[in-house]
């Protein structure tokens, strides 16, 4: 392939045909998208740890500044492919102490990476791919739906809008980034049936979950380039 043509067809470039080819994203735009999410995260640890303070060990936006900074870091300093790379953001998160988010986050990074091509740019199929077995890997671990007010009301819309959601990344991250803002905000409506807050019942009724707010809080990162 000509690099005339490979440019020509990571734009979405029409044939002779008149088919429009397969769109790629690319690492660079991955890196782009990943490092503006850990950023919209941790400029909201003060929101995310007043909420958790409510109900919880208000230690959320502490901890979730600390996976951020390591994902980050990581990703800086990989040399890798796609995979490569997110197997080093989840691999530097597993080694952060304290916080129950860890064991989630890295869960869901390292399901990303076992999804992803190695490579450095992929198909819209394989960013669908890569989505999809993050989730299975999380939901197989968390065993929270959509209701139970856990980071899984952000996470769960998300992953069905990239899902269902053709076209352009931009198109697809910015309806992931709507259905998990939506779905974060929907956890006011619920009482919570995990963790610390579990044992508030209804008192939690009103209050947005943490988890589930830092999750849309990523989600909308990565909705920006």
């Known amino acids: 392939m000509s690099d005339t043509f490979w440019v020509l067809e990571s734009i979405g470039w029409r044939g002779p045909s008149g088919r429009k080819t397969e ?13 503006n999410a850990c950023a919209a995260v941790c400029a909201d640890e ?12 208000a230690d959320h936006g502490y901890t979730m500044t ?9 990703i800086d300093a990989s040399e890798g492919n796609i995979k490569e790379m997110l197997d080093e953001a989840a691999i530097a998160v597993d080694e952060i102490n304290g916080g129950s988010a860890v064991p989630l986050w890295n869960t869901w990074l390292d399901g990303l990476q076992e999804g992803a091509p190695e490579a450095d740019q992929m198909s819209e199929e394989e960013l669908k791919s890569m989505f999809q077995t993050a989730f299975e890997a ?3 671990f968390s065993g929270a739906k959509v209701g ?3 980071m ?16 352009s990344s931009d198109e697809i991250f910015a309806q992931a980034a709507k259905a998990a803002e939506k779905g974060a905000e929907a956890t006011k409506e619920f009482a919570s ?3 610390r807050a579990k044992s508030y019942g209804k008192k939690t009724i009103g209050t947005p979950d943490a988890g589930a707010l830092s999750m849309a809080k990523f989600f909308i990162g990565l909705s920006k380039t």
Do not use: Q
């Open 23 to 35: 769109k790629v994203i690319t690492k660079e735009e991955l890196i782009k998208r990943f490092k």
């Open 46 to 57: 003060a929101e995310l740890t007043d909420i958790d303070s409510r109900f919880g060990d």
């Open 66 to 74: 600390k996976i951020c900074n390591a994902m980050e870091s990581a």
């Open 138 to 140: 999380i939901d197989d």
């Open 148 to 150: 139970d007010k856990t």
């Open 152 to 167: 899984m009301d952000a996470l769960i819309p998300a992953t069905e809008a990239i899902e269902n959601t053709g076209g």
């Open 193 to 195: 049936k995990f963790g």
